[in-house]
């Protein structure tokens, strides 16, 4: 089954910088568009940046300036490295790819189970 895995979250001080990834695997035919959405405590889940397979990356007016969107095609990763950070970019942060798996013909959102990011002094 297709999965994609997050790691890099943690606790970070004001101003400080941390990188998130994201690796799918899986039966994975192809990856179109990769990205990030985060959910800080009691607000909605909200886009925070995108990246398509051509390498076109859009960012939230929260996070532009301060993050930046890659992806590694060949080990089928997207990063999100974050800096400047402030109190108010506090929360879990999740993964998303659009993937088509070998066993059908058409592309699918898949989600990882997001990791925390705290930022706190």
Not at 4 to 21: D, I, K, N, Y
Not at 48 to 66: E, L, N
Request: hydrophobic residues 30%.
């Amino acid at each position: 089954q297709v999965q994609l895995v997050e790691s890099g979250g943690g606790l970070v001080q004001p101003g400080g910088s941390l990188r998130l990834s994201c690796a799918a695997s899986g039966s994975i035919f192809d990856i179109n568009a990769l990205g990030w959405y985060r959910q800080a405590p009691g607000k909605g889940r909200e886009l925070v940046a995108t990246i398509t397979s051509g390498g076109t990356t859009t960012y939230s007016d929260s996070v532009k300036g301060r993050f930046t969107i890659s992806r590694d095609n060949a080990k089928n990763t997207v990063l999100l490295q974050m800096s400047y950070l402030d109190r108010d970019d506090t929360a879990v942060y999740y993964c998303y790819a659009l993937i088509r798996p070998h066993t059908d013909t058409t592309y699918y959102t898949f989600w990882g189970q997001g990791t925390e990011v705290a930022v706190s002094s």
